[in-house]
Structures are given as C-alpha cells and as structure tokens.
C-alpha cells in the first residue's frame, strides 16, 4: 500500500513529506493494522527533527525513521490471535518499548528501562505515527471509547506521562506519610507548575481534576488563550516576575529551566514535593548550597519522571475523558490548529506563536 | 540538687560550664529522673555555640539553655505513672518534640513538623542533655539493653537520623519499582556516600549491614583511621578528586556541598536514589540544567531528610547492636576522645584534627 | 418549609411516608441548602426498616430519623462560608460523618473508625436523605458534573463503598509485590464476583473497566436482564452450581454467604486477593482447617472493607462517567424502577422480583 | 567423603541414619563446601517422614532426599567465583529455590512462587541438610556472625518465615492507613499468638522486639518451660479455655485449628491485623457468616504467609541477634535437646513431651 509519512534521518537533522510503500498483505498474528486519524505535534519531534536528541536513531538496518507519537486512529485489520482489539476500534499507541533485557523492561515499564537500550516510537529504533496507515503488535495499543476519538485525543499520550508523574509523585507523598489533607481529598493543597505550555495544561488539569488549588507558573503574563484555558479549568495564571508565589506543596516543572526551577523551589513547604518533568533548556544558574538545607530540613521529596507504563495510559484515557467532562473548554482551546500532512513541515520544524497543539489530520 | 551543665544563650554564640540548680524532689507522674553517662558532641552544638543556628532558642522564660542532644544515661527516678521504663533502665532520648498542632506531631512525627513550632532539645525551646541528671517525659526515652549501654551508645541518637533517610529512601525506591537485586537483596547495589565525617561512616555502616557494596567519598586521601574503619566493615574509600567514580544506585550527601553533590549526582543510574542529609556549607557552583534532563530522563528519587520518629530511635538500637556485632572495630574507632565536662568547652567550640566524635564522660 | 419524607424509628422496624417541617432560613456559614432529585433504596435501607441493625439509631434526641443514603441533588442554598459549592451545583453525600475522637476520623476516614462512634447518615445517629430537602455542611458533599447527575447518579455512593474497597485491595497487592500482570496492566488477571445484584455489577463494572477479565458468580443461572448487563460489559456470568469455576487472581464476595465463599475460596491462585465486602447473611457451614493450609501456602491476602473516604468517593464520580462511556446499557439497566416517594414504602419494605435498583424521584 | 545422613524416601514415610558418598572434589564456580554445625528438627519434617506431605519428592532422579531444612555451618571450601563467603564464614540456608519460571521466582521471591514448580530443600525435589556435609550455590547461603553461630543459631531459618510474615502484615496495615500509634511506635497495640510452639514463641519475641504487648494462647495452662520463657521476654501466657482474651490489634495464628482461630478472630478490633501461619491440623468447626459482617465492617486485613525471601533471611540473622541481646534466656530456653544424628531418629518420628526445638550436633 502507498502511504503517506512524514520521516526524518535521525541524529541528522531534517525532516520530509513523502510517499513509502507499507506491506499490509501478512499481519503476524498479533499484529493489526491502523488507520491513522490524527498525529500531535511536540517539542521532542522538533528536536529529533532538529538534530537535538544524540540517542536518536532509525530502526535497525535503515537510515530513515518516521517521525511522531502522538496518535489516535482506528484499527482497520487484525492478526489471528489479536484477543483484546477488533475492527473498529480506536485506538492510542504506546512509545517505549522494553529492551527485553532489565526486569523494568520485563515487567512492562519501559519507562524505567535500566539499560537504556528500550526502543522509542519516532524517536530511537522504532518507527512512529505520522503515516496513513501503520502496523503494530496490539500489545502495545491501548482502545479509546469512540465518544472520544476526534483531533483532541493525541493529546492521550502525553497525558499518560502525566498521569505517570502525579500517581508517582502522590503515591510516594502518601507513602511516607499522610499527604492528603483532614478531610481526606487534597482541597488543601496548592500546586504550581512551572511552564504554560501544553504539557503544563495537562497537569494542571490533571491536579485540578485531583481538587488541587493550581496555579501556573510564567516568567511573562499569560496570553489571551492561557488566561481563557486557566479560567476554564478554575486555575490561577501568575507571572512569577511580577507577583509573588504563595508556598507550595506541591511544585511542578515542565520547563526545564532550572534558573525558575531554583527560585521557586525555595516556596515549598514542610513535607512538600518536587515533581520535575521538563528536560533541560541549557540555561544556567549559580547555586547555593543553602537549597540543600531547605530539602533537608523541609524533608522535601523530588521525584523526576519520564514516559509511562501501559497501565498509566488506559488510566490517561480515563482521566482525559473526566477532563473533558470537567472542564470542557480546555481542551479544545488546548487545540490550536488542525493541518494537512502536506502543509505540517513549517509547523514540524519550530513551534508557532501562540501554539499549544498542533494536529495533523491524515484522514 | 547541684548539678554540673554546659549551657549557651541561643541564638547569641558562646557556651560555659556552670552549676544549676535541679529540682529533683517532685517528678510528674510520667516523668523519671535520668542520670547522665554519656553525651556526645556534635556539628549542630557547634553551630549552637557559634551562633549560626537563626532558630535557636532557650526554654521559654530563660535566657539559658543545656546544651548537647546525644546522651546515655541511666533511669534513676520514676513517675507514679510510668510504665514503659524501671530504675536501673538504661535510655537514649528523642530529641524533637512535636508542636502538639499539626498532624505530623500528633502522629508522633515531630521530625516532619509542618508548623516548625516543634522544640529541639538543646537547640530549640528545650534544654539539652549536657547536665548531671535532667528529667525528662518517659514518653521520650528509648530504652537500650546494659551491654551496649558505653560511650559508644551517643551514636545512637544520630544513628536514629540515618535509620529514619535510609528507610524512607529505600521504601520509597521499593514502592516505586523492585529495587532489590534479582536475588531479593541489595547484594548487587552501588552506594556512594559524600562526607566520611561521624554520619558519613554511621550511613556506610548501616548500608553494610544491609548488604550494599558501599563508597565513602571525599575530595581528600582518607587519614590512617578513616581508611581502617572503612576496612572495618569491608567498604572503600575514594577521593573523588584524584580517582573516577563509577556508576551508583544510591547516593547519599553527608557533606551539605552543592559542589560536590553536583558533581556526584551525575554518576547515578536509572532508578536511583538520592539522598540529602547534609545542611548546606555556605559554598555554591554553577548548575547547567541539564542535570534536569538527568534526573527527568532516568526517574530518579531524591529524598531530603532531617531528624526521626521514636520507631526510627527504638531501629536504631537494633541497627547499633548489629553494627557492633558485625563491625567490632568500626564503632570503637569512630570514638576518638572520651574528655570529662570539665575540659570539653574547646571541644564544643571547634573540631578538633582527626576527631570523629568526641565524647563527655559525666559519671 | 413543609418538606415530605421517608422516616423510620430505629431500631424499631417500620418506615413511613410523611411531612416534616425543614428550618431553612438560617444556614450555618458553612452549609449548604440541597434539593433532592432522585434516591436509591438498598439493603442497608431494608435492614433498618426491618429491624435488623442493632446498632441503628435516630439522631440524638429524637425517636425518628430520615431514611436513605443514596443521593443525587442539587444546591439551592449556600452558607456565608461555602467556598467548594455553588448554587445550581449538583451534589452526593457523603455518609459516614466521624468521631472526632479516633484518628481515622480526625484524618477523614470514618469508614475506618476504631470508637465505633461515627455516625451513619439514614441509619445511625444522623438524618439519611429521602426528603425534598435537607441541610448539609458542605464538608460532606461531592460535586457531580451536570452531565451525569439524573437517576443514574444514586449508584455513585455505593460506588464510593467499591472504589474503596478494590483501590485498597489492589493497591495491598502491588505493595507487597507486583501483581499486574507483565505488560503492566491487569490484562491476565481473573476476577470472580459472588452476587449479582447492584453491588456485584457495580464491582464487575470497575474491575472490566481495570481490565480484569471478569466472571459474576450465583448459584443459579442469570436472570435475562443479569446476562445483558453482563453482556454490556463484557463479563460473563457462570451459575456455580452447574458450572465449573477457573482459578482465580481475585476474588470478590458481595453475597455475605459463608458456604459460597468457602466452596469458591479454594479456586484462588497464589498471591491471589479476597475482597470481603458482603454483609453475613445467616448462613453456617462446616469449614476443615485445609482452607488455612491453602491461604498460607499461597501467600493469600484477605481485605474486609467497608464504607468510603471522600476521596474515594470523589474518584467514584469520575469511574461513574467512564462506567457510563465504556459501557453505557449497563448503568441504565441497573435503574430497574423510578417511583415517587409516596409510592416507594412497599419497595423498601422488600426487595422486588427482577429488581437490580429502585429509584424514588423527588422532583 | 564419607558422610552420616539421615535420609527419608518421599512420599513414602520412614527415615533413616545412614551413610553417603558425597563429590566434594570438584566444586561448581559458584558453590561452596559447608560442614554441618547443628540442624533443627520442625514439625515439618515430621510431615515428611510420616508421609504427610503429598508433594514431597526427592530430588530428580533418586528415590531417597536428605532431610532437614533448619541448619547452621561452615564454609569449608569456596569456587572460584564466590565473592559473598570465604572459609571460616558461619552460615544459614535458604530453604526454597525457585522455579526460574515465574515472575516472583525470577525477582528472588519462591517464597511467592505462582508455578508451584519451586523446589524446598529436605522437602521437595531438593537435598537437606541433616548431613556432615553439603554442597550448595553460595546465592543460597547467608553468614551469620560467628559469635551466634551455635546450636540456637538453627532457629534463624524459621525466624525468617516470621520475619517475612510479620513485616509484610505491618507493611500492608501501615500502608492502608496508620496502623502505629500516636507515638509513632506500636506500644499502645495488643498481639495475641495462638499455640506457644517453638513458632509462636518466635512470633512472640519477634513482636516484643518491636514493642507489641503480646500475649501467648493456648487451650491449656502453660507448661513451666513455657512459663518461663513468657516471663523472660515480658509476654503474658493465657489459656483462653479459662480465662477471657481481651480485644486484639493483631493475631497470629500458628496452630492450624480453625476453631480456635473462628473463635479468636471475634476478639479482633476495628482496623486489626490477622495474620495465619499455620497449616490445617485437619479439625473442623462449624462457621456461621456473622463472621463476614465482623470482618468487612471493622475493616480487618489477613495475610497468609509462608516461607521467605533471601532480605528476610538477613534481617532474620539481625533480629536473632536482638533477641539474643535483649532476651537471653529466651533463646537458651528453646533449645531442649541437642543430640547426635545417631540418637535422632525417635526425635524425627515424633514430638517428644516439653519438646520445644530438638538439635542435632554434627560436629
């Protein structure tokens, strides 16, 4: 079958639409075969595309990879012994996948590989989803109730690292000692997060969800769209040059800056935790060795996350479909253009203005 | 009664021997009247007497306070009330005393105190153990079996820190993920420990016990008594600046050197651990934030940790009688000096060369 | 206000349909004024109409108390110092109301109370809510989206009972060692439910939603409306009886039969869980000490759970909505009858034939 | 080498002292050469050698096993590729090895093991240890201080069942909710054990240790032996067919009656621990469900526990030493017989009168 990808020659910077031939004639018998609906666009597809990320490589025995993994489509053909998808469903795509090797890996949490040898669709080894069509072993897919399936679901996958993060994080808050406030929900507890962007959203949102009193982090004040997307989940937008931070007790970063992450990090209270998300920007700061006096003396826990196991994505799906129901308006605002295949280079190739996600429709 | 004391008038430096006045004649039901064997004398009195410590306070109503919080004593009075403790019985004592406001004190946390009204014998709103005799709730007593009831017993009370780090960070680590080797030990797990002060050697010996292969780390050569009590107990001795450090599951900063642990953090694999333990010294060093994509991209946990709960202490006692048992000679050489009250006050004032503890006989 | 309601003498049996007068012009700051719209009748209800809870008893002061405790309704009404509701919010209750005395309650979780002295909402000590109206602070109620807030939504407070008790099962299991299965979800796991009535379909609901494959167990064969729902979500019902069960990863009893769970009991693998949930409903068996022999030699863990925290019940609105996305017949099945309260004395008298649940509609 | 046996031929009863050829001239790399110090001779063993035991086996290939699973020893001889041990070194023996198919046998957990394919050393398909000599993978063995390593040293393989049994069974109690008391020890909570064999009196020390006030059950009066050993670790012995038991936090069952245990869990309070031990003893009682209500309503957790992990071992060695420390004539009490393996047999065959723990002496 002639499909229609976008591909990139990783580490080498660089990115083309073009046209690849996809055998579809022999599934194996776990395998089935997707339609592609629609793929997001994310900063680390910009920095494969850009020739940032050094780990990034195509599959074995080629020197082209397609690019993206943030996906919803529909499962059009099925292999002989596929038990848990049908024709007809749709469906979201795990990323990582195990290196066979580690007992992470073994135990379904590529996400926490410990040979560095796991695989990472668009990224390292394993081709992504920016095509029309694509084959993957079912294993790593994960059914999304149609109800929910439109342009708005890619943003399911990076949910699932967020969703990853926060169980992580308030599981091992709770862990060690109650976190959760005397009425038993978290009404108490004030989060910040630290970056705007689409991935600040979703945690936002996330914590929102949880009953968190959220409060996003800027160094500038927010734009129109933020400050709607903030009202609309009842979160607060500060720009923390401007105004003073309350403490915290929980602080997010999503920005990789560790210049904000330094600063604010000094507001969280006794107890408190540190989750931090975002891969560094390349700034600088000069440290002081009193911080380590504030983790200790506060018992501060910082717990840094990446990806996610197969069990935080259908709980992402979840969670998204709860988001949608709670704050309706954030999500589609999160969405804010839906382009063709043909016409997504510019937009593949460095963020827009005003941008939170962009989609590309395949079909 | 007359008893000899070290005081100090927190938050001003300065530290005297004197006389105090006791009144020993009326104990409160769940009180007992402690003799006093042993205290030790350690960084944060220093701090106390040197007027470094901003938090420090005397008692309530009194401009004077006892200093010291690591003791052995002898129970030699009791309370109408008390239960858990008979004459004769020897006891370590619980240093912090919850803020009887937050619910971390109410559940017997006071080391996670969330209001910090809590007190701190002999460093804040309580009087500490360098004294005669004092009387103490027998609620804050911890009893410790006769034969391990020496000098060596001060070590208790710190060690009741380090039980309270390392359990909390492997629980954690645990809870996350199986961090135990595939043989359900730490047999195949890598600690470096940063500062072989009396706390870097307490922390190495309890991750000995526990079966990690450990690495006390330092920018120097170890002096002859270092390197025998590192032999002592089967770990090595590294300094940093000259040798390469090889990759680590757990690393621990005892040093409070945001240089140093910068530096170290870079050596942990995916899945690690770290813990904060040291305050900070004051020193600073420029940090990239790509140490952010480190931690982020290799999930790994850091843990701050200061002071413990009465559990912790009571461990302590077991861990302590366990080290003795499996290292003879480390304990015994950690000890460096036994001086009486009398000539202690230079101790107090500064550390001297090749000390690790320094310790005051009273009886 | 003239408002009607159900009330009952406890722990007299007897139930009648009648006029109360609400004092609704002075709300407290912090309650809320809430308009019934629909409540469900269950067991519980039944059992204090009876006569059958020894413990069941009128608010101080009184010899009558409103029955019910499952309900959904809307806020007409808020106090001075109401920050979490608004008007026109629709609203459940949350049960149980605590102790104040044990630590459990002082934490938010009375369904774990040691004095026994929380209070009961419709059965112990507190008004339940089948009445147009009732007064409420707003500590006690939980937002329900618009969207799902019709007839429906009285399942969401037995929900909270079942988000309890399987997030505590489960969350022992993988505490203790990793239970998912090895592509990290619950894909391989086999959960057996006694008892298909509400609260059986409620827990297979949620397990099928968890991803486990999920069997209801009965000593007869479904009725018709039994095997649609079953059908609707992907179950399968097995009258063990005639059929043979498989083994088991998990174990659920919601018939409080003794002789059923002891005959299914022995199909549980090792590691397996036992969820208890069901109240004893009189029957005796013979139990051989064998059984103990099997839960040892598996390392079988058995959890008796009971009522909810609010959290927990927050996170049941939540598993509500996606209950109703993924299987959207089997929630409106379970509404088996809506009645008018003046219509519903002989409904909660005695159990109808074919009845899953009644609703009584308030306005 | 000539070596004395004691042999048995599963799963046919009889025993036998014999004599044996073992290779000890080609170590494997990672085995080493143990001599026999002391075994202990548990109710297990009984089991085998009356033919009890249906899935007892010898090893693959032969018809006889040898017996004994509770030793302490000797490293004579070490491969080339050991690193844990060197000669000299004092051991015990992991009694389980895995099946090397499972998850919990490839993470070190046969304790856990979900094939049931495990093997049990002097029990099934694996050789014991009664013995003047073995071979073994030094994976299995853990060293023991030397200055413990006598004939009660052979207790500290079952102590590890218990360590298991009871870490696990707080782990979970904490985990679900505070199970500590409020100061933050467990000196406020009341353990009952049922039986007062050589099991529970570990038990019972064990929970002393830990601050438990722990009361030891039985059907009848205490022996004087029995007596003895209550008082010398502070633990109440009480025969529960006289005298009323009071409310329990935690019960132990190590008797394998379910009529004692149906009669005693009723004493267990809200939020309470039941953890079973025992195997059948084959009685029977008859069971009404007013049990079920008893557990689901106060929320009770029951763990069942066999066996062990390699870390339980290690922590078994260390609470050994504790006790030892802290009881000293506990431990010696136990030991009511040490006698050659030529005078054991009669001893194997059957429980001697005041028999608590029987060794034999190899050496």
Redesign the interface.
Known sequence: MRVRAIIVHPPKPGVEFTNLELETTKLKPNEVLVKTFFTGICGTDREVVNGLIKHATPPSGRDYMILGHEVIGEVVEVGDQVH?LKRGDKVVALVRRGCGKC??C????P????T?EMQIAGVKGHDGFMVDYFIDDS?YLVRV?D??ANEEAVLIQPLGDIVKAVN?GL??AN????Y????????CKKAGIIGSGSTGILFAAYLR???FDVTLLNRRDPTELEAKISEGMGAQFKNFNKEEVKELDLLV?TS????S??RLAKKV???GLII???????????????????????????????AH???HL?EAV??F??MK??FPTVIKNMITKVIGPEDSIEYIKSKQKNEIKTVIKWS
């Not at 990789?256 to 210049?259: A, L, T, V």
């Not at 700034?283 to 380590?292: A, F, G, M, R, Y």
């Open positions: 848990n007992i992470s073994k135990l379904g949490r996400d926490l590989c410990e560095g294993t109730p109800s929910i992580t599981g091992i862990f060690v000692f109650p959760y406030c005397e009425d038993f929900t978290y009404s969800l949880l009953g970063d990789g800056s560790i210049s992450l330094y209270k006794p107890k931090l998300f975002g891969f560094g920007i390349g700034d600088e700061t000069n440290v002081n060795s009193q911080i380590l006096t504030d983790i200790v003396y506060k018992n501060i826990i910082i717990v840094g996350s990446v196991g197969k069990a259908q979840r969670v479909t709860n129901n709670e």
